[in-house]
C-alpha cells in the first residue's frame, strides 16, 4: 500500500520521521545472539575513530558518546558490550540511567506501653508495618504473676515490602546477553 497526497513528512508508525542521514542504515544497531561482527560493522565496544576514516558514521552520532579523552579529530562509538548496560527505548535517547530500586520503608510505633512490660523496661509497639517484624518471646513470671507473651527485639527484612529483594545478589531484570554492533558503511 503506497501513501499518497502527503501533507507533512513521512514518519513511521512511532511518529518519527525518517532520517535522510541513515538511508544505508548507517549509524543503526544490530544484535546478534552470539559474538560475531557483520563486515560493515564495528562492535560497539566504546572504540576511539578517527573523523576522517569513519565520516559517514561521524555524521550520524558525531561526538555524542565522546568522554572528554578524544583528540580534536576523534569521535567515540558507544559501549555497550563491555559495560553491559541495558539498552532501554526512550524518546530521550543517549542519557545513562543508573541503577535505583524503590526505597524500603517500615514503621516501629512504641508510643504507647503496657505496665507490665515497663517494669522490665520494654514497650508493646502499637504499629509495626513494612520491613519491620517484632520478635516475640514468651515471659511465664511478670511481676502481677500473669503469664505473656513479650516483644524481645525486631528484625528486619525487606523481601516484606517486595518479593525482589534477597532474590539476587546485583539489581537485575530478567535478561540474556547478546552482542551489539554499530553500522559503519
Known amino acids: 500500500m503506497k501513501i499518497s497526497n502527503l501533507i507533512t513528512n513521512e514518519v513511521n508508525q512511532n511518529e518519527y520521521h525518517f532520517n535522510k542521514l541513515t538511508r544505508n542504515k548507517i549509524g543503526i544497531l544490530y544484535v546478534a545472539p552470539v559474538n560475531i561482527v557483520p563486515e560493515d560493522c564495528l562492535a560497539c565496544d566504546g572504540y576511539v575513530l578517527k573523523i576522517i576514516d569513519y565520516k559517514k558514521l561521524h555524521s ?13 579529530d576523534e569521535f567515540r562509538i558507544p559501549d555497550y558490550n563491555i559495560t553491559g548496560r541495558f539498552l532501554q527505548p526512550s524518546k530521550n535517547v543517549g542519557i545513562s540511567i ?12 512504641a ?7 515497663e517494669a522490665f ?6 504499629q509495626i508495618t513494612g520491613a519491620f517484624e517484632g520478635i516475640w518471646g514468651y515471659q511465664s513470671a ?13 528484625d528486619f527484612d525487606a523481601s516484606r515490602c517486595n518479593t525482589i529483594y534477597g532474590s539476587s545478589n546485583t539489581v537485575q531484570p530478567p535478561s ?7 553500522k559503519y558503511k
Open 60 to 72: 550520524v552520532i558525531g561526538n555524542y558518546f565522546n568522554t572528554g579523552e578524544e583528540a580534536e
Open 111 to 117: 508510643s504507647n506501653t503496657n505496665a507490665n512490660a
Open 98 to 109: 543508573n541503577a535505583g530500586l524503590p526505597n524500603i520503608t517500615g514503621k516501629i510505633d
Open 142 to 154: 511478670l511481676p502481677d504473676a500473669q503469664g505473656g507473651t513479650m516483644l524481645r527485639g525486631f
Open 121 to 126: 523496661g520494654e514497650t508493646y509497639p502499637d
Open 176 to 182: 540474556q546477553t547478546v552482542h551489539i554492533c554499530i
